[in-house]
Each structure stands twice: as structure tokens, then as C-alpha cells.
């Protein structure tokens, strides 16, 4: 029996869409899926066609980035200061721990991104756990002020590693500045004191993250 439908199809053309081929460029990216056939001739007439298709190549969805910049400033004289930082993995649901970076010391030499030497700002290159996802990135600052009492800070915050700008979150949203990593704007992001082993508070409270 002749069947218009078959005729169609060795023809390479689409029931659907006039004289358009029916080709893989027109099925990349697709699962398996059944596809409706119909006749131009005859509306009642439908055949339903399953086609294992090939998923085509697409880009990744995310930059993906083997360290981040940490750059903070003490914002008080010290005499001397050791600042150190790591990065926490992305939370995984059922672990009870995150999975721990390698410990990076932070420099004010300014070869590190840390603008100029001896400025006070402090900064290196911190190697992430994975290299996608959300991560916490701990700061923690240790030494001695110039009237020679000794200091103690600890500082975190999150950052997404996307192909998108990335973006500090936090609960205390309030105390950042959110800003945009391509260049055209630096800014600064007040973060509360953690902790402190002193007494009296010989610096101002803050601790500032500088993000690029």
C-alpha cells in the first residue's frame, strides 16, 4: 500500500515543515525521543518514529578554576603579622565535614596581589578543593600590634566558582560591598571580627577582604 508518509521520509523531507531535512544537525543535544510524523494530505493519518540520537558537544557550564585571590588588609599598625587563608569544599549533603584546602600563607610584598609592599594589604593565590561549586574561604591573621600585645583575627566568607562574576555571600549581608571581578571595579568588603585572644580591642574591628 502505498504510504505518503514513507515517501516523505526517503525523500528527506519534514511533513511538519515543507521541504526542511530531516538531519542530526536539527537533532544535537536530544535524549532518546519519539518523534510525530504527520501526512500533509490527510490530518488523520499519524505514525510516531523513536530515534536514538547522539548528545552533541556543548561548553561547560562553568570556568573552572583551580585557585582564587585572597587579598585582606590589617587596618591597624602591627609590628608583626602572619596571615594565612584556605578554602572549605563545597557542602555535600550527608557529610559531616567539608573537605579542607591546602593552608596558604598570605604576603605584603607586593608580588602577590597585594598591591604594594609593606601596605598593609596581604594577599596570594588559594588553592580551591574543587574546581566548581560554592566554597568558604577562611582568613585568619595572627601576630603582634606595635605596642606589643598580641592579636588574633579570624575572617570567612563564600564565593561561587562560575563562569558568571562571582559574588560574596554571607548572612551578614549588610557589612559587603558586592562587586565585579573584570577589572573595571575594586571594591571593599567590611567583614566582622571573629575572634580575638585580648582583652582590649587595639585595632579598629574589621577586618577587610579586598576581592578583584
Not at 504527520?38 to 583551580?66: H, K, W
Not at 608583626?80 to 569544599?89: C, D
Amino acid at each position: 500500500m502505498w504510504n505518503p508518509i514513507q515517501r516523505l521520509i526517503r525523500k528527506g523531507l519534514s511533513p511538519f515543515l515543507g521541504r526542511t531535512t530531516i538531519g542530526s544537525r536539527h537533532l544535537a543535544g536530544r535524549s532518546r525521543r519519539t518523534f510525530a510524523v504527520g501526512c500533509p494530505e490527510s490530518l488523520e493519518n499519524r505514525q510516531l518514529m523513536a530515534a536514538d540520537l547522539v548528545l552533541a558537544n556543548t561548553p561547560p557550564r562553568y570556568e573552572l578554576r583551580e585557585t582564587t585571590q585572597v587579598s585582606v588588609q590589617l587596618t591597624s599598625p602591627s609590628r608583626e603579622a602572619t596571615v594565612t587563608a584556605y578554602a572549605l569544599a563545597p557542602q555535600l549533603s550527608g557529610n559531616a565535614t567539608r573537605e579542607m584546602g591546602d593552608s596558604v600563607v598570605l604576603f605584603d610584598d607586593g608580588k602577590h596581589g597585594d598591591g604594594q609592599a609593606d601596605d598593609g594589604i596581604y594577599g596570594n593565590r588559594v588553592p580551591l578543593v574543587s574546581r566548581s561549586g560554592s566554597h568558604h574561604i577562611v582568613v585568619k591573621a595572627n601576630g603582634v600590634t606595635e605596642t606589643d600585645e598580641a592579636f588574633q583575627l579570624e575572617t570567612s566568607y563564600d564565593i561561587d566558582v562560575t563562569a558568571a562574576a562571582s559574588l560574596i555571600v554571607d548572612s551578614d549581608s549588610d557589612l559587603f560591598a558586592v562587586g565585579r571581578r573584570d577589572g573595571y571595579m575594586q571594591h571593599l568588603a567590611r567583614l566582622p571580627t571573629v575572634m580575638w585572644d585580648i582583652a582590649s580591642d587595639p585595632f579598629s574591628e574589621w577586618l577587610y577582604v579586598i576581592e578583584h
